[in-house]
């Protein structure tokens, strides 16, 4: 949505000053930074790029195939998978489907659960709740939502301190008898109860993945959904305060950047930044009966499909990367964060390379490696066979960087206070490569000590490493003071960085 409806949108009877204030301006003074770790994905805190440097887009790397929905009751529409880590466990959701060649379902829609201990090797439990075909020997964790088929059901850890033990899970998904979307809850995550005696959104399409969490940031719960502006589709955002009652969903704002058909959302507070709201949106494009088109794979198939309806056989999808630091307003990259990659029959249909909701910590496969961010895609979508889940790997913070070639640049901080007294980065360097950084005060004079000239030329890469300057590491004595920092890259990338004691 741009800037133009959006005010449109806030000056409308959709929202209420209590649920959704108006941006306050921006304070005056240095950003209190305190010791949060700030990732380089926008430009709050960059007061201005010289020589090279920019801002550049990361992407994640092509991994093993980590689930094949290959049961009875699965199928090649399985997909909108949820997974979290839950202690020392990881649990996965995702609706249980299979297409036919006429995109009509082969069996009803079901909602199928899948665990793991590393976050890597998943299997399917054998729960026994519900009955398919005669046999309760399945996954099954959802098998109606109000007496209807469910469409889609995406669980959370409540991390809401006053939520009642039986209810330390909690899920939101899209029920059709009536439409709208539902809530749930559960004391273990895998018997499920629904909330109330109907839906407890109804404006909206929903016909998504829909998700819902705990927001501490502002001590509410947060659901984001799924609708049709004009013949555009787009997210709304909706708050509560208990689950049950909630605000008339609004669309999110993404500034001046084009319109985009969006189906997933994706968003979640990012686990080691959580003021920082990063999100996974599906892209739509319907490219036509093209000659390119007609040189993607499953050329059989695809025609079958596009028989019924042509998008079924013309779309493709991927996946974008969007952050936000208040939840409703959202820096969204153009360019895709998650390509199809190789024309492989498994990977240029509708509906293919779907994100997970959303990316989970895992050890790396490599060597000594630290540990890495895991994320989940779709594939094989829509095509004859079975829908398979793919993992993708993706450096901790790496989703995107300030990065200079090595011809060099700079980039210089707005004015910050901060609290520790050293200076850590995420960072990676070329063997010829090297960070400095310089502190200086908020007129933009360098510090004795802190200068360009003190600072060692920081070479390597690694996730918390701290910065040294010649006289050592310690920033404790300006803890407190308005300060810039001055970061000088040459073939470099500059991931995060936060201020620890």
Not at 89 to 105: E, I, P, V
Not at 201 to 212: P, V
Request: hydrophobic share 35%; with cysteine.
């Amino acid at each position: 949505m741009n800037r133009r409806r959006f005010a449109q949108a806030l000056g409308g009877s959709l929202l209420t000053p209590a649920l959704f204030p108006a941006p306050a301006p921006a304070a005056p003074g240095p950003i209190a930074l305190g010791d949060r770790r700030e990732l380089l994905i926008d430009d709050f805190l960059i007061e201005r790029f010289e020589g090279d440097c920019r801002l550049r887009l990361h992407h994640p790397e092509r991994r093993e195939i980590a689930l094949v929905h290959d049961e009875p009751w699965e199928g090649s529409g399985s997909g909108y998978h949820t997974i979290f880590q839950d202690g020392r466990l990881y649990r996965m959701y995702y609706k249980a489907w299979n297409h036919t060649y006429d995109a009509k379902a082969a069996h009803p829609l079901k909602i199928a659960y899948a665990e793991s201990v590393d976050g890597i090797h998943w299997h399917k439990p054998d729960l026994g709740f519900f009955d398919y075909e005669g046999s309760r020997h399945n996954n099954i964790v959802i098998d109606q939502v109000h007496g209807g088929e469910p469409h889609d059901f995406n669980p959370f850890l409540d991390a809401n301190p006053a939520a009642r033990p039986q209810a330390r899970y909690k899920a939101v998904g899209y029920g059709r008898e009536p439409k709208g979307l539902y809530a749930f809850e559960s004391a273990d995550g895998l018997r499920w109860t629904e909330i109330g005696d109907g839906p407890i959104l109804t404006t909206g399409k929903f016909d998504t993945q829909n998700t819902a969490f705990w927001d501490p940031n502002i001590g509410r719960y947060r659901a984001y959904i799924r609708d049709f502006d004009h013949d555009n589709r787009g997210i709304r955002m909706a708050l509560s305060d208990d689950f049950v009652h909630w605000s008339e969903p609004v669309w999110l704002d993404y500034g001046d950047a084009p319109i985009e058909q969006l189906y997933t959302n994706g968003v979640r507070p990012y686990y080691r930044a959580p003021h920082l709201y990063i999100g996974f949106p599906a892209r739509y494009v319907d490219r036509g009966w093209t000659e390119p088109t007609r040189r993607l794979p499953e050329q059989e198939l695809r025609r079958q499909r596009g028989a019924v309806s042509e998008r079924y056989g013309t779309a493709v999808t991927d996946s974008l990367l969007m952050t936000s630091r208040d939840g409703l307003r959202f820096h969204r990259w153009p360019e895709a964060f998650l390509r199809p990659g190789l024309r492989t029959r498994f990977n240029w249909s509708y509906g293919d390379n779907y994100l997970a909701w959303q990316a989970i910590e895992t050890d790396s496969g490599f060597d000594d490696a630290p540990r890495e961010l895991s994320l989940f895609a779709t594939e094989s979508y829509f095509t004859s066979g079975d829908a398979r889940l793919r993992r993708y790997s993706l450096r901790i913070d790496g989703f995107a960087s300030a990065f200079a070639p090595l011809g060099g640049g700079e980039l210089v901080t707005k004015p910050l206070t901060f609290t520790g007294d050293r200076l850590l980065l995420n960072y990676a360097t070329s063997a010829a490569g090297s960070i400095r950084v310089e502190v200086q005060d908020a007129a933009g004079s360098a510090l004795p000590g802190f200068a360009l000239a003190d600072a060692v030329e920081l070479f390597g890469d690694e996730v918390d490493g701290a910065f040294p300057w010649a006289a050592g590491p310690d920033l404790g004595s300006l803890a407190g003071r308005p300060v810039r920092l001055r970061f000088v890259l040459r073939d470099a990338d500059l991931y995060s960085f936060h201020f620890a004691a």
